[in-house]
């Protein structure tokens, strides 16, 4: 295995940080997961201008151009010998003196991360996975911007352990409201009365990519859609409901807190997009 670090790709046992590095000390720093179909990488730019924007927030400057990062990614690919894969890219703010001053790092750290890519199971789709709803509470905009995609994943990591405890795919977490906001690593869409909702950004939550590919699709396809408020009860009185990001695409829920989600299996409306998704896969893809 072959990974980029800095300026040259190393193998994997030499691929090391400093231990001074802020993205080790603090979770200072961003980063984006991606997946590669058939050798060609969804929603590519897409990507990479949510990376620059997250970096530009916090004030890092990416070491490298755009379209630098963009053949690296490919880079890593070929270098792997990899068609279907995972992908990461991580940018810290880099190495420096132990404070948290950011003046004291001198230039970032660029980690492109390729593996084959493992699918989940075929019974996710066709039965639906079990989530729960956190009593970790979403860590506030104020506090943190969500659309912000950084390494302080902490919030998430907690509400992952309750998931994991409970034996649950997914944990959502809630505002300070009590309105639902997203997943640990994904966006949450309900079904009412054959009306698409998912939670709006002002809520709270990073706005996922393939949430926005999801939404135009339902356009597409004649379903109602909107970005709107949910509460718990929302989500457990569906008629469907369902998880997107890169790796999941649109992955059905028939469980909430060990309620039936409808009839308990996946709905109509999940199943269409899912299929939607699929068949226009390629409108997603980079160019090879």
């Given at each position: 295995m072959w990974v980029y670090l800095n300026d040259r790709f190393v193998p994997?046992?030499?691929?090391?940080?400093?231990?001074?590095?802020?993205?080790f000390l603090y979770g200072d720093g961003v980063?984006?997961?991606?997946r590669a179909y058939r050798g060609?990488?969804?929603?590519?730019?897409?990507?990479?201008?949510?990376?620059?924007?997250?970096?530009?927030?916090?004030?890092?400057?990416?070491?490298?151009?755009?379209?630098?990062?963009?053949?690296?990614?490919?880079?890593?690919?070929?270098r792997n010998q990899l068609q279907e894969a995972y992908l990461r890219i991580t940018v810290s703010r880099g190495p420096g003196e132990i404070?948290?001053?950011?003046?004291?790092?001198?230039?970032?750290?660029?980690?492109?991360?390729?593996?084959?890519?493992?699918?989940?199971?075929?019974?996710f789709y066709t039965d639906g996975v079990s989530v729960i709803i956190a009593q970790t509470r979403r860590t506030p905009p104020e506090a943190l911007p969500p659309h912000i995609k950084s390494l302080n994943f902490l919030n998430n990591v907690l509400a992952k352990m309750e998931a994991k405890a409970a034996g649950s795919h997914e944990a959502l977490l809630l505002n300070h409201q009590g309105e639902v906001t997203e997943g640990t690593?994904?966006?949450?869409?309900?079904?009412q009365g054959k009306r698409l909702c998912t939670p709006a950004v002002e809520c709270g939550l990073l706005a996922g990519i393939t949430r926005g590919i999801v939404l135009q699709l339902a356009r597409e396809a004649g379903i109602p859609a909107a970005e709107t408020r949910l509460t718990a009860s929302d989500l457990t009185g569906a008629?469907?409901?369902?998880?997107?990001?890169?790796?999941?695409?649109?992955?059905?829920?028939?469980?909430?807190?060990g309620r039936r989600i409808g009839d308990g299996r996946p709905g109509e409306i999940t199943r269409l997009l899912h299929a939607s998704?699929?068949?226009?896969?390629d409108r997603f893809l980079d160019d090879l």
């Open positions: 994997k046992e030499e691929a090391v940080v400093s231990v001074f590095d802020r993205g980063f984006e997961t991606l060609r990488i969804f929603q590519l730019t897409e990507h990479l201008a949510r990376l620059e924007r997250s970096a530009s927030e916090l004030g890092i400057a990416l070491p490298v151009t755009r379209e630098r990062l963009a053949d690296l990614v490919r880079e890593s690919l070929t404070g948290l001053d950011p003046a004291l790092c001198k230039s970032p750290t660029l980690v492109v991360i390729a593996k084959p890519f493992e699918p989940y199971p075929a019974s690593t994904s966006n949450v869409f309900v079904v008629e469907e409901c369902f998880l997107t990001n890169t790796t999941q695409e649109v992955l059905p829920v028939t469980q909430v807190d998704f699929r068949a226009g896969l």
